[in-house]
């Protein structure tokens, strides 16, 4: 199969990265008169080294996690489980992927997928049985179509990158803090032990606070990215059997509490009565989405 021109925008986001992170550098500077300079590579390498140690052991987290079937390339399969393999295949063939992701199904009731992995080259795509029987074979290509396109966009990269930039953010606003803190404790005495314990109560309230924000930017991203991924697998099915997949989902309960942290990279992520909580946008949202950017009707 001839594969499609599909632009990732993977670079624009490597530069949107790098050009937030030198502005905020450069700003830092700014402020403290150069004086922070020193500290500056020990706050980059602690920000940034759990969201990309996390992403470089994605997929044996996931294999873990899932208790993951892997399909080997030598090897046949039932009717069922040989189609979803070789569609999964073909997909990526038309996405322009050199190296065909991992493909994987788990045990589980509800109808999901999902796609992890460093790289494009170092990728996997699961499915859940729930979802292998429940749905129709045109809502199914639809959804690893779906994880496929995380994958060329570069979905766990940038969010890899940004979840380092609020790491760094974080870190920098909290670090006079907990310099005063423990300067406080060292220098201290009885008569300052409640002093003491305010500062970290403060510490305490203003990382929550932090915490909060960062969460919500966090959400923001992961539903703005679905979208992208709904786009590019109408592209590479069609609209109709992405709308199709969206619909059979409406009604689907949450997430098991077991797969609650993987929600983010899930087809059917968390559903939240406030949609700024929420990993993925309603099911409404996406598909009026796509109506628009293929301008379709309504009924479909």
Request: charged share 20%.
């Given at each position: 199969?001839?594969?499609?021109?599909?632009?990732?925008?993977?670079?624009k986001r490597?530069?949107?990265?790098?050009?937030?992170?030198?502005?905020?550098?450069?700003?830092?500077?700014?402020?403290?008169?150069?004086?922070?300079?020193?500290l500056l590579?020990?706050?980059?390498?602690?920000?940034?080294?759990?969201?990309?140690?996390?992403?470089?052991?994605?997929?044996?987290?996931?294999?873990?996690?899932?208790?993951?079937?892997?399909?080997?390339?030598?090897?046949?399969?039932?009717?069922?489980?040989?189609?979803?393999?070789?569609?999964?295949?073909?997909?990526?063939?038309?996405?322009?992927?050199?190296?065909?992701?991992?493909?994987?199904?788990?045990?589980?009731?509800?109808?999901?997928?999902?796609?992890?992995?460093?790289?494009?080259?170092?990728?996997?795509?699961?499915?859940?049985?729930?979802?292998?029987?429940?749905?129709?074979?045109?809502?199914?290509?639809?959804?690893?179509?779906?994880?496929?396109?995380?994958?060329?966009?570069?979905?766990?990269?940038?969010?890899?990158?940004?979840?380092?930039?609020?790491?760094?953010?974080?870190?920098?606003?909290?670090?006079?803090?907990?310099?005063?803190?423990?300067?406080?404790?060292?220098?201290?005495?009885?008569?300052?032990?409640?002093?003491?314990?305010?500062?970290?109560?403060?510490?305490?309230?203003?990382?929550?606070?932090?915490?909060?924000?960062?969460?919500?930017?966090?959400?923001?991203?992961?539903?703005?990215?679905?979208?992208g991924a709904?786009?590019?697998?109408?592209?590479?099915?069609?609209?109709?059997?992405?709308?199709?997949?969206?619909?059979?989902?409406?009604?689907?309960?949450?997430?098991?509490?077991?797969?609650?942290?993987?929600?983010?990279?899930?087809?059917?992520?968390?559903?939240?009565?406030?949609?700024?909580?929420?990993?993925?946008?309603?099911?409404?949202?996406?598909?009026?989405?796509?109506?628009?950017?293929?301008?379709?009707?309504?009924?479909?």
């Open positions: 199969m001839d594969s499609i021109k599909i632009s990732s925008g993977l670079w490597l530069f949107l990265f790098s050009f937030l992170n030198i502005s905020f550098i450069v700003t830092l500077l700014f402020i403290t008169n150069g004086d922070i300079i020193g590579p020990f706050l980059l390498i602690y920000s940034c080294t759990a969201p990309f140690v996390s992403l470089l052991f994605s997929k044996q987290a996931a294999k873990k996690a899932f208790n993951l079937f892997i399909f080997q390339d030598d090897q046949h399969y039932s009717p069922e489980y040989e189609w979803y393999f070789q569609t999964t295949h073909k997909l990526a063939t038309k996405a322009g992927f050199k190296k065909m992701p991992e493909v994987a199904i788990y045990e589980s009731s509800d109808m999901n997928a999902f796609a992890t992995g460093r790289s494009k080259n170092s990728s996997l795509i699961a499915i859940s049985t729930g979802l292998l029987h429940k749905m129709d074979s045109n809502s199914i290509e639809a959804v690893i179509a779906h994880e496929i396109a995380h994958i060329k966009n570069g979905d766990m990269v940038t969010q890899t990158l940004l979840q380092a930039f609020i790491n760094t953010l974080l870190a920098t606003i909290l670090l006079p803090i907990t310099f005063y803190k423990w300067a406080s404790i060292f220098i201290s005495d009885k008569d300052s032990e409640p002093f003491i314990w305010l500062i970290w109560l403060f510490e305490a309230i203003v990382t929550l606070v932090l915490l909060f924000f960062a969460n919500l930017i966090t959400k923001m991203y992961s539903r703005k990215r679905e979208f709904d786009f590019l697998a109408a592209q590479l099915t069609n609209p109709q059997k992405m709308i199709s997949a969206l619909q059979q989902l409406n009604g689907e309960p949450d997430l098991l509490q077991s797969q609650k942290k993987f929600a983010s990279s899930q087809f059917n992520g968390t559903k939240k009565w406030l949609q700024i909580f929420s990993t993925h946008p309603s099911v409404d949202k996406r598909i009026k989405s796509l109506q628009k950017k293929f301008k379709l009707n309504d009924f479909y």
